[in-house]
């Protein structure tokens, strides 16, 4: 067996736990069901994607520093099935408690998830195809995540439960775990100091560190704020159905999954730190369009741009940080992690901003964003010239 064929071996599971990465994504379209179906406002429905993205806050350092301990395939494994088990929650007994029971159970499996892959994929891939290969498993996921409103509206249209599109994902995590379990991937160990809280939380003394790290929380944030908004934005400002506004969600995520694919193509030739300000750029651009747009049409068109530009933030700023500091990859893979639970902090305030100025002003909050992220882009092509 050749040596590319033994690292795409080694690669291929560990690219499909990003699809059960994508599964936290399901809290934008399930939003939108279970505030329809227990008849809850704008502000309380905005509190099941926090209980699914507040674990990111509280445990992704510590699994990054338990990873150095147990090792990030035991760690992603247990995640997966902590996904798995979240998934069939909602089958005990349909209610809004339970329902944020799931999600807190999703919340922390994909936490542990994100916080073991991403260094997981560092170790199964060549060093200088990292950043592309960040795009292409980010990519993976966005196939997931288009697919969960399709599956979604699917489930509740043909059987009348779209509680169902849970079960196909409990038995994707099964697979995924058995799978990567016997798959045998040599760890790498390039940690040059034991990781601890301390040692963790003292590279935030690093200035290039602390805005990466604080541009991932408002990357995720504005995620899923769009995620779990787009179809109350269509809703109010063009009279829409919600099965007919959910379907926005799978624009967006139908653009994410091109715009990640065509980033991992485009970072063979550009530096990250110049793609980041290029897809920022477009990205904010859009937002503001959308904002104003007069028909719905051109408003999905608005939002098909924002998903391309947004596409590769993550994965740009990740791979920038680990660029950075290569032998502190578990502690910043924890810390990266930690700011996704900008996830669940950023859709509560659009959701408190609605209730009092009105859906559209929600999304100035994604305006303010897009403006910090495109400041960070600057930053970074002038803190340092190293490509990745």
Known sequence: MTNSKIKLKLALPVFMSFIVMGFVDIVGVATGFV????????????????????????????????????????????GMAITAIGMLIPF?????????????????????????????????????????????????????????????????????????????????????????????????????????????FSLLKNKFVLVLVLGIFVTVGADVGMNSNIANFLQNQFDLSLENASLGISIYFTALMIGRFLGAVLLNWISARKLLFVTTLVALI??????????????????????????????????????????????????????????????PVMGFVSSTFGVLASFSVLVVVMVYLLAISFYVQKTGKKNI
């Open 286 to 347: 859009s937002l503001v369009a959308m904002m104003f747009s007069p028909n719905a049409l051109l408003a999905r068109i608005c939002i098909f741009m924002i998903g391309l530009g947004s596409a590769n933030l993550f994965p740009l700023i990740f791979a920038i940080a680990v660029d950075k500091l290569p032998t502190r990859v578990n502690e910043i893979s924890g810390l990266m992690i930690m700011a996704v639970a900008g996830g669940a902090f950023i859709p």
């Open 35 to 78: 505030k329809q179906d227990f008849g809850l406002t704008d502000k309380v429905a905005q509190f099941l994607p926090s209980m699914a993205l507040m674990w990111f806050f509280f445990l992704s350092v510590p699994t990054g520093l338990l990873i150095e301990r147990f090792g990030k395939k035991m760690l992603l494994n247990i």
């Open 92 to 200: 005990t007994h349909y209610s809004f408690p339970i329902m944020l029971t799931a999600f807190i159970f999703l919340g922390i499996g994909n936490t542990i998830v994100q916080v073991a892959a991403n260094p997981l994929l560092h170790d199964v891939v060549p060093k200088e195809k990292y950043a592309s290969s960040l795009s292409m498993a980010q990519f993976i996921k966005a196939i997931c995540s288009l697919l969960g409103p399709i599956i979604t509206t699917f489930m509740a249209a043909k059987f009348g439960n779209w509680k169902l599109v849970f079960i196909v994902y409990a038995a994707t995590s099964l697979i995924s775990i058995v799978w990567l379990y016997l798959t045998g991937i040599k760890e790498a160990h390039d940690n040059q100091t034991t990781a601890t809280f301390k040692t963790c």
